[in-house]
T-cell receptor, first 111, second 114 residues
Framework: SQTIHQWPATLVQPVGSPLSLECTVE??????LYWYRQAAGRGLQLLFY??????ISSEVPQNLSASRPQDRQFILSSKKLLLSDSGFYLC??????????FGPGTRLLVL | AQSVTQLGSHVSVSEGALVLLRCNYS??????LFWYVQYPNQGLQLLLK??????LVKGINGFEAEFKKSETSFHLTKPSAHMSDAAEYFC????????????FGTGTRLTVIP
């Protein structure tokens, strides 16, 4: 069966520091991968999605970036965090039929 | 373009009462529709989905939803609420054109009163 992992589970970072969040999927090949952000009291905002290694589409311009160095690995990064980057970050995967399956999430607090 | 509107950011029901969470969608192509549930500090779990075929869809935990094209709705229901149903619920729509992207509503927080 397929599983999706995200780490860390919780992160507290100062403003201006770098960020790296990792997502990995097991049990499937060539999945589509997604990064979402969920801000307090708001819905989910799609940040990036990837249909293959090295292929990244950005949905919202911001100071975040994403990379997919391996088939089942998706990384969310920032060179300098802003206060507004605080939120709950969710990674998801899908294949073909468009049902997306979500990871446990990473809670990021920028101080 | 696709979008979702969830009416009511907060819904409270008594334990044992009917649960009704509303979702209306807009889609330029035949929609795929989804309901997800999120428990505190956890990821989203798929409750049910509609793609094609039968318009009444049954999901996990006793939930079901009915796709009504004429009303552009996909409301989520459960006949009898349980305390464990307290969570946030998200409706989402994607296009069947293969875009593979979901558009989420802003969510409805369900409170179950004992």
């Amino acid at each position: 069966s397929q599983t999706i992992h995200q780490w860390p589970a919780t992160l507290v970072q100062p403003v201006g520091s770098p960020l790296s969040l990792e997502c990995t999927v097991e049990g499937t090949s060539n999945p589509n991968l997604y990064w979402y952000r969920q801000a307090a009291g708001r819905g989910l905002q799609l940040l990036f999605y990837s249909v293959g290694i090295g292929q990244i589409s950005s949905e919202v311009p911001q100071n975040l970036s994403a990379s997919r160095p391996q088939d089942r690995q998706f990384i969310l990064s920032s060179k300098k965090l802003l206060l507004s980057d605080s939120g709950f970050y969710l990674c998801a995967w899908s294949v073909q039929e468009e049902t997306q399956y979500f990871g446990p999430g990473t809670r990021l607090l920028v101080l | 373009a696709q979008s979702v509107t969830q009416l009511g950011s907060h819904v409270s029901v008594s334990e044992g009462a009917l649960v009704l969470l509303r979702c209306n969608y807009s889609s330029s192509v035949p929609p795929y529709l989804f309901w997800y549930v999120q428990y505190p500090n956890q990821g989203l779990q798929l409750l049910l989905k509609y793609t094609t075929g039968a318009t009444l869809v049954k999901g996990i935990n006793g939930f079901e939803a009915e796709f009504k094209k004429s009303e552009t709705s996909f409301h989520l229901t459960k006949p009898s609420a349980h305390m464990s149903d307290a969570a946030e619920y998200f409706c989402a729509v994607s296009g069947s054109s293969g875009a593979n992207n979901l558009f989420f509503g802003t969510g409805t927080r369900l409170t179950v009163i004992p």
